[in-house]
């Protein structure tokens, strides 16, 4: 029974996870499913048990992002003991593990390596092979483990990355993608705007502020074919923001009010507005892809796929063309160490290593690029 340890940090969340497949097994009880009340189906991706799963993350001060030496930083000082306590939690020796898997991109170029150099040093120490792995075909394979969807249509929404894909031909193809900033971006700089705090995630701090929000804004909408631009749309949601009365300034000689039932416009309107819209567009996409493959299903991974509101809006589309909607909970939608190590481990077993003159990391590593010769 193989067992890997994962090692991600292409971005603020250092992650290392160990996970072992077994022959066949009952349903892990770390396995999380949300499906909007909509049918389930078996497994269809190896069965697999969580031994441990442990992240920290580096959160900036409210206002401002997590640059990339800052961001290293904090990954090069919590690496060890992260692994530590992995490795204690999975209750496994050194000889029990059979590969070191990491991110190999994409991801911000500073945080990336800093995983990869603690990946290579303990390959290294523990005669082990490394396995480099597409950090979107690890989401993509640890969701399906964990929701057991079948072959569904992919949106994967993070903050440096947003696609819908499809599994065709052993490879997973982009059918649709944000052209220029990801969705996660988009709102995650929004945040800065309103100074929003970044703990635990700025964007879990908007979905929380939208659920009061009640004037919905006009916002530019730019689906283009099977692509998405959200550039445009945060630029006029900041000048939106920067309307709203600021802490110490003086008070606006017309003060912004809806026009239809004359309440101030708060900040929470604005981030109820921001999601509707973005979420809206990616809903349109994602339905459009269903459409053209066939396909019956949805899975929602990446940071963003935690949103409540994405799986809800994502869910209504869903039951109207009769399908379903998986997603996972912030254990396995947040990045994590435990999907790289699933994916490197479904890698390995089929031959697949990194040799080491071989294991830099890249900030442009395409989800199609991969070869997924672990499925049919």
């Excluded at 530019?220 to 309307?243: H, N, Q, T």
């Excluded at 809206?280 to 996409?285: F, G, P, Q, Y």
């Excluded at 339905?287 to 053209?292: P, T």
């Amino acid at each position: 029974m193989p067992i890997a340890i994962g090692l991600e940090g292409s971005a603020n969340k250092l992650g290392v996870g160990i996970i072992l497949h077994p022959a066949s097994t009952p349903p892990s009880p770390h396995d999380s499913v949300h499906s909007s009340s909509f049918s389930q189906t078996k497994p269809t991706s190896p069965p697999v048990h969580i031994l441990s799963n442990i992240r920290h993350t580096f959160v900036s001060p409210p206002g401002t992002g997590f640059l990339p030496k800052d961001t290293a930083a904090h990954h090069r000082r919590w690496v060890v003991r992260l692994v530590k306590q992995a490795v204690k939690q999975a209750n496994v020796r050194i000889d029990d593990i059979d590969c070191v898997c990491f991110t190999r991109g994409p991801g911000m170029g500073a945080p990336l390596n800093a995983a990869a150099i603690a990946a290579r040093t303990i390959a290294q120490l523990w005669d082990l092979p490394l396995v480099g792995v597409n950090h979107c075909v690890g989401h993509i394979e640890m969701g399906r483990a964990i929701t057991g969807a079948d072959n569904p249509v992919v949106l994967y929404v993070s903050g440096g990355n947003t696609q819908v894909i499809a599994y065709s031909a052993q490879r997973y193809r982009i059918f649709g993608e944000a052209l220029d900033i990801a969705v996660g971006n988009c709102l995650d700089r929004f945040a800065r705007v309103l100074n929003i705090s970044n703990d635990p995630a700025p964007g879990y701090n908007i979905e929380q502020l939208a659920k009061g929000g009640k004037c919905l804004l006009e916002l530019p909408y730019a689906v283009k074919g099977m692509d998405v631009s959200f550039s445009g749309i945060l630029a006029r949601v900041e000048e939106m923001g920067r309307k709203l009365p600021q802490p110490g300034a003086p008070e606006p000689a017309e003060p912004w009010v809806d026009p239809d039932t004359g309440a101030a416009i708060t900040s929470a309107d604005l981030c109820f507005t921001l999601q509707e819209t973005v979420f809206a567009m990616l809903v349109e996409i994602t339905e459009r892809a269903m459409a053209h493959v066939g396909a019956s299903q949805v899975l929602i991974v990446g940071g963003v796929g935690c949103n409540e509101r994405l799986q809800y809006m994502m869910g209504l589309m869903a039951r109207e063309r009769g399908g379903s909607v998986y997603a996972t909970d912030e254990r396995f939608c947040i990045d994590n160490g435990i999907m790289i190590a699933h994916a490197g481990l479904l890698a390995w077993s089929k031959g697949f290593k990194t040799p080491l003159e071989d294991s830099g990391t890249t900030q442009r590593f395409r989800t199609d690029e991969v070869l997924i010769d672990w499925r049919d």
